[in-house]
């Protein structure tokens, strides 16, 4: 080999690492890249979830009134349409008095009249 074939092979040996090098320096940049997004992206989610966790605290004791307050409401109303049921059961009772006093009434006064015919 003479020595131009030589000189040439070590450029070009040097230019093939060169670039080798410039690869790997510019990947390992990248990789530093992504790794520094990445962080950044899982505090942003880290603050968020703090956040949410705060919220979930801060609501919970209202949710848990507010659950109370349905139950005892709930419990009410049962109460209220027990009440109501009863009241209708008075009224049908009283409703069925009143139109047998009614045909009583009615009874009595055929009896009355007819005894009243009797006298003339």
């Known amino acids: 080999m003479d020595t131009i074939e030589v000189v040439v092979l070590v450029a070009a040996a040097i230019a093939i690492v060169a670039l080798a090098v410039l690869f790997l320096r510019r990947r390992a940049a990248e990789k530093q890249a992504e790794r520094e997004r990445l962080t950044a992206e899982a ?21 848990d009134e507010l659950q109370t307050e349905a139950e005892r409401e709930s419990a009410l109303a049962t109460q209220h349409a027990e009440a109501a049921e009863a009241r209708r059961a008075e009224a049908e009772e009283a409703t ?3 139109r047998r006093e009614g045909e009583a009434a009615a009874r009595h006064d055929e009896e009355a009249a007819a ?6």
Do not use: F, M, N
């Not at 505090?43 to 949710?63: F, W, Y």
């Not at 005894?115 to 003339?120: G, H, K, P, T």
């Open 115 to 120: 005894r009243e015919r009797d006298l003339d």
């Open 43 to 63: 505090a942003g989610h880290r603050q968020e979830a703090d956040a949410h966790a705060a919220k979930a605290q801060e609501l919970s004791p209202r949710a």
């Open 96 to 98: 069925a008095r009143a």
